[in-house]
């Protein structure tokens, strides 16, 4: 067996630290906050580093994006609006720095359920137990007839429930994000799987206007997905769902042979999933664009990006 030594270290070659490139610097080091600091100044004091670099690249997106009037599409879960994120994704709307909204079909729901009565969000285990769960009428009949007639009249599903509720004596309708999407004429969709909502488990529910008007939104999807060239689309909360309509609704627009290329695209949420980060960020931007992962809640991240917008477009 061979025998060995511990090596000398006098022959080990060496160089000056200030020769080094380094990739952390005191230039990125963060800022001390003082009191009475704007919500901008917060934001360049924070370290340019990781996370928070990519935070700053977000929101130079979504403002360059509007700068150049190109679009800012929001698609969301429903958590968001269970968070109590209303107020400013239709504040954003008022601005015009959301410019198009695509939803799931619990949005839908819970979006209704404040509408009507200023609180929604039940107990699933407590209900599920005697059958209760999601047994609500006024929400199983009040989106259902807003559906099916909304979609007799040609329209998709969220152009159909924004009118019912912009229209409507609901005593919450200010805080419906379909009622001020309607009222400003942005577009709204809802993309359902018919069995995934509660309101699918009511009387009322037509497959066939569900279906149809489901359809009606994709294809209206489609036409603003075409719009997206150096726009950005961000995906707030939703695992499933809205990343798997927007790569579909991407594909039929590059397919027609429109350019969508150099797109932002982000993921917000509490944690990053696998169709999130291969639909919405990595496949999408493959060549040309750019995505960024900004992982957190919602509650806290959402404000912050909608903060530093605003503040950053006066």
């Not at 006098?10 to 490139?21: F, G, P």
């Not at 039929?252 to 917000?268: D, P, W």
């Amino acid at each position: 067996m061979k025998k060995y030594k511990p090596v000398s270290f006098k022959s080990v070659r060496s160089y000056s630290l200030h020769d080094r490139n380094s990739k952390i610097s005191i230039t990125s080091f963060a800022g001390i906050p003082q009191k009475g600091d704007s919500v901008q100044t917060f934001f360049d004091k924070l370290p340019d580093v990781l996370a928070a670099g990519d935070f700053r690249a977000v929101v130079k997106s979504i403002i360059s994006a509007r700068k150049k009037q190109r679009p800012v599409v929001l698609g969301m879960g429903a958590h968001p609006i269970k968070l109590g994120l209303s107020p400013i994704i239709i504040e954003l709307m008022r601005k015009k720095l959301v410019t198009a909204l695509a939803t799931n079909g619990a949005c839908a729901v819970h979006d209704f359920e404040i509408s009507a009565a200023g609180h929604t969000s039940e107990d699933v285990a407590s209900g599920l137990s005697d059958g209760s769960f999601g047994m609500a009428r006024d929400t199983g009949r009040g989106l259902n007839q807003a559906i099916n007639r909304g979609v007799k009249k040609g329209n998709g599903i969220g152009r159909a429930i924004g009118e019912y509720i912009c229209k409507s004596r609901l005593p919450f309708k200010d805080r419906s994000l379909y009622a001020h999407a309607f009222s400003l004429d942005i577009p709204v969709t809802v993309h359902v799987a018919i069995g995934t909502d509660i309101i699918h488990m009511h009387p009322e529910a037509d497959g066939s206007a569900t279906g149809k008007g489901s359809l009606q939104d994709f294809k209206l999807l489609v036409s603003v997905i075409s719009d997206l060239e150096n726009g950005v689309y961000v995906n707030l909360g939703s695992a499933v769902i809205l990343p798997e309509v927007f790569i579909k609704a991407l594909n039929v627009a590059r397919n027609l042979g429109h350019v969508i290329e150099r797109i932002t695209t982000v993921n917000m949420d509490f944690m990053q999933q696998y169709r999130p980060h291969e639909n919405v960020l990595k496949r999408p931007t493959m060549h040309k664009g750019k995505s960024y992962a900004l992982t957190g809640h919602h509650e806290i991240m959402f404000p912050l990006v909608a903060a530093a917008v605003i503040e950053g477009l006066q």
